[in-house]
């Protein structure tokens, strides 16, 4: 039995040995009429060149011996001369190339003629001699000798001529034999071929698609399949192959099939005794199984589309955790929802995780929902901040007392300071104006975060924005020696803030930069238009932040390590933060130790300056 290598072999062998032959019997014919057409140019055309050039000399010698006659004697005897040489030449190129039987005769024949025929003409041209004589010398001498020259010259080309049609004729019946050859050679070929492309397909296609119908079916789950190997041949012993295949995954799905049983069941059972509300969805949203806490307080049974439960958060969560390939937290999402649950108001986190196939993420299989209960984090923050805000509310009064008394006493109204008494009642107003300043910032953040503190946006431009934020500072900045810059361009769409609001951002970023900038330094306010919003960016040259600090730096009361005292108690950042959000934006920090930082924030463009689905696409 032959196997697949062989068989292609003997078909592929079949077509080469055509090709080879075509290949040399092509060879041969081009060479075949090659030589003829060499005969034709080598053993005629130089005959037919010298004959041709015989007579056109013989003419012009006949034209010069009449222009003798009319007297012009110079120009005459020029053409005889020169055509006399050239006449010669033709006869010698003649009489050295031969091919043809009685062509020898006329070239020798013609040469004696030539012979008489200079012989007569020295009489005829010279101008001594009377002209009648001459010219009765000319009519009949000359004139005889050179019709016979001519005559005898045109016998010989048209002898060439003849065997040169004679040798076409040949070329061309040899290449019509060499056609009528190809053409049997190529539908031969063309036979060989069709009889190859059936044996191939009988003997290779056919059980190959047969393999590839067998691998739908196991595709489509259909690991019962049994394979008939039809030959002994490599196609055969895959057939058997692919049998033992089918086998060994039939073995795998049945040991899996057990495996994955028992682990949804323990997985089931874990779930149901945790307290958390979790729930685990498919990749179409549907739920597959979740905790008692769920399906109790949240209708997340298994069965249950997500969609359909009414919640408008969690289908942009979820559908967001699959497209980041990553965990989508509360501070994602921005959402916080209330629940009351056994007459309680709870509050909750809702947190995506998606189920990774495989160990290296390239799919996922659906996601995981868990929902943090953070009631308690969330009373402790609500307590914090009536703390705060009471705190605030009550040490503002008796501060501004302390204030007016510190600075009626440095007016000397009373009486009298003395240098020790005026310099620790300085120490006393800077310290105070510091309180009042961490009081103010205490009550707005708890203003913001409560929502009391209204924000009032109006269409503004980006540039006016910056330009009246940096106003207030430019005096400190040179005084520091440093450079401050509005490099946000004229031409961007307005924007929608607060003035008042946002000047309070600019106030807190523009003075952290330059607190932590080194005169000879620069700060810099930038923007630049995104689809739906703009971004501000605020950098300065400054000693900049560690990243194990960058995660922290917007949280209420946080302080970078290493910072002077009088910076303040870290709630500038954190106002910021909550006045952005408040308008809807974003705020973001870069910073590279001893080459500066770059905070940034977002503001929503006007509603008519967005850009349309289509054109936010094109930008992305």
């Not at 062509?103 to 024949?109: D, F, K, M, T």
């Not at 009988?202 to 259909?222: A, Y």
């Not at 969330?378 to 007016?404: A, D, I, W």
């Not at 954190?574 to 590279?592: W, Y």
Request: glycine fraction near 8%.
């Amino acid at each position: 039995m032959f196997g697949i290598s062989q068989k292609l072999m003997l078909g592929f062998g079949g077509l080469l040995a055509v090709v080879v032959a075509l290949g040399l019997l092509t060879m041969r014919q081009i060479d075949e009429l090659g030589k003829a057409i060499d005969v034709i140019l080598k053993e005629n055309y130089r005959s037919v060149v010298a004959c041709q050039q015989m007579k056109d000399s013989l003419e012009r010698v006949d034209s010069g011996i009449l222009f003798t006659l009319i007297g012009d004697e110079e120009n005459g005897k020029r053409l005889i001369e020169g055509n006399i040489s050239k006449f010669g030449a033709g006869l010698e190129a003649e009489l050295g190339n031969i091919t043809l039987v009685g062509e020898r005769a006329g070239a020798v024949r013609i040469r004696t003629l030539f012979e008489s025929f200079t012989n007569a003409l020295p009489p005829v041209i010279q101008s001594a001699r009377p002209m009648e004589a001459r010219r009765a010398d000319y009519v009949s001498k000359l004139q005889p000798l050179f019709q016979e020259i001519k005559k005898t010259a045109q016998e010989i080309l048209l002898m060439n001529q003849a065997s040169m049609d004679e040798a076409n004729n040949a070329a061309r019946r040899l290449a019509a034999a060499a056609y009528r050859r190809m053409l049997m050679a190529i539908l031969v070929s063309a036979l060989l071929t069709f009889l190859f492309s059936y044996l191939a397909h009988r003997w290779v296609l056919h059980p190959i698609n047969r393999l590839i119908e067998s691998t739908d079916e196991i595709r489509r789950g259909n690991l019962e399949l049994v394979l008939k190997p039809g030959s002994r041949d490599e196609i055969g012993r895959l057939s058997e192959s692919f049998n033992e295949m089918a086998a060994a995954l039939r073995h795998v799905r049945n040991e899996d099939r057990v495996n994955l049983i028992r682990t949804r069941r323990a997985t089931e059972e874990v779930f149901n005794a945790l307290p958390a509300a979790i729930a685990v969805l498919n990749l179409g949203g549907r739920v597959e199984f979740s905790t008692d806490t769920a399906e109790r307080h949240f209708g997340l049974k298994p069965g249950v589309l997500a969609g359909d439960l009414g919640y408008g958060w969690m289908t942009p969560l979820l559908q967001k955790a699959l497209d980041r390939d990553g965990i989508v937290r509360h501070e994602t999402t921005g959402e916080c929802f209330q629940r009351f649950i056994d007459n309680r108001e709870h509050f909750f986190q809702p947190m995506a995780v998606p189920i990774s196939m495989g160990p290296e993420r390239q799919e996922s299989a659906g996601v995981t929902l868990i929902l943090k209960d953070v009631t308690q984090s969330h009373e402790q923050q609500e307590l914090k901040r009536g703390v705060l805000s009471t705190v605030s509310h009550q040490l503002k009064t008796p501060l501004t007392s302390l204030r007016m008394s510190i600075y009626l006493l440095l007016e000397e109204r009373i009486g009298v300071l003395n240098d020790k008494q005026t310099e620790l009642l300085i120490a006393a107003r800077d310290d105070s104006e510091r309180l009042v300043g961490i009081l103010d910032d205490l009550l707005d953040l708890s203003r913001i975060e409560s929502g009391k503190a209204q924000v009032n946006p109006e269409p503004v431009s980006p540039h006016a924005l910056a330009r009246d934020g940096m106003e207030p500072f430019l005096v400190e900045a040179k005084d520091k020696g440093l450079t401050i810059i509005n490099a946000v361009p004229n031409d961007l769409p307005e924007a929608l803030a607060d003035r008042e609001k946002i000047g309070q951002v600019f106030a807190n970023l523009l003075s952290n930069a330059l607190r932590f900038t080194r005169p000879g330094g620069s700060v810099t306010v930038r923007a630049s238009p995104e689809p739906d919003q703009v971004v501000f960016f605020v950098e300065d040259t400054g000693a900049g932040i560690p990243a194990e600090h960058l995660g922290h730096v917007f949280e209420p009361f946080y302080r970078v390590p290493g910072q002077d005292a009088k910076s303040g108690v870290g709630l500038g950042l954190a106002i910021v933060k909550e006045i952005i959000g408040a308008h809807g934006g974003e705020v973001g920090v870069e910073s590279e130790v001893g080459k500066g930082s770059a905070f940034s924030f977002t503001l929503p463009l006007r509603r008519d300056d967005r850009a349309s689905p289509a054109e936010a696409g094109e930008k992305g």
